[in-house]
């Protein structure tokens, strides 16, 4: 079976947990799904602190990216107040986006991981969604790219996937394993994690 690899594009100020849902979700595919999702983590500098101030080391940087080794792109959101936008729209960061979709492969995004697609172009007259709380300001900058807001938890058009807030983040996750294998499997590792059909704890 093909090894499905997943870029995790981080930018400086990202949320931990935004990312980690990626990690565990194809790591558990790996190890007890079917076995062929990898997810390689990447980054625009050597060291990246995280929104609380985890230190990650990223195993790639910006400038190593080769298309041709990915078949999916994952990005979390972060907080202004701790960076994340001064990476996440960069011109490199953006171009990674743009380079993904171009080849019509799988984007997914959570929470405000989406104002960099919007911002990149790819999403322009297309459909939407980003955080909505504080008065739905990031949802008008997401429009501002030229982006059709949809009010969802999470919205998916053709091959991107974006979302409204980092609770919907074990869904989008869940979501991008199912487009990446099939909706049995992503049934048999969201059992094996505990979860029932729908993402939710069982009981």
């Given at each position: 079976m093909k090894t499905k690899k997943v870029l995790l594009l981080l930018s400086n100020g990202f949320e931990a947990y935004e990312a980690s849902v990626f990690t565990d979700v194809l790591g558990w595919n790996k190890q007890k799904g079917d076995g062929c999702t990898e997810v390689i983590t990447c980054g625009g500098?050597?060291?990246?602190?995280?929104?609380?101030?985890?230190?990650?080391?990223?195993?790639?940087?910006?400038?190593?990216?080769?298309?041709?080794?990915?078949?999916?792109?994952?990005?979390?959101?972060?907080?202004?107040?701790?960076g994340f936008y001064t990476d996440a729209?960069?011109?490199?960061?953006?171009?990674?986006?743009?380079?993904?979709?171009?080849?019509?492969?799988?984007?997914a995004s959570i929470c405000?991981?989406?104002?960099?697609?919007?911002?990149?172009?790819?999403?322009?007259?297309?459909?939407?969604?980003?955080?909505?709380?504080?008065?739905?300001?990031?949802?008008?900058?997401?429009?501002?790219y030229g982006v059709e807001i949809v009010d969802q938890l999470m919205v998916i058009d053709k091959n991107i996937i974006t979302s409204s807030c980092p609770s919907t983040a074990l869904n989008v996750a869940f979501?991008?394993?199912?487009?990446?294998?099939?909706?049995?499997?992503?049934?048999?590792?969201?059992?094996?994690?505990?979860?029932?059909?729908?993402g939710l704890t069982n009981e």
């Open positions: 500098r050597e060291k990246l602190k995280c929104t609380w101030n985890f230190t990650v080391i990223p195993e790639m940087l910006l400038s190593e990216v080769d298309l041709n080794m990915f078949d999916a792109l994952a990005i979390p959101g972060g907080f202004e107040e701790a729209f960069s011109d490199e960061f953006l171009s990674v986006i743009r380079e993904f979709d171009r080849a019509n492969k799988i984007i405000v991981g989406a104002l960099p697609v919007g911002r990149s172009g790819v999403l322009k007259g297309r459909k939407g969604t980003t955080y909505h709380l504080n008065n739905g300001y990031r949802q008008d900058q997401l429009a501002s979501t991008l394993l199912e487009m990446l294998t099939s909706l049995e499997n992503c049934y048999k590792v969201k059992h094996l994690m505990g979860f029932n059909k729908e």
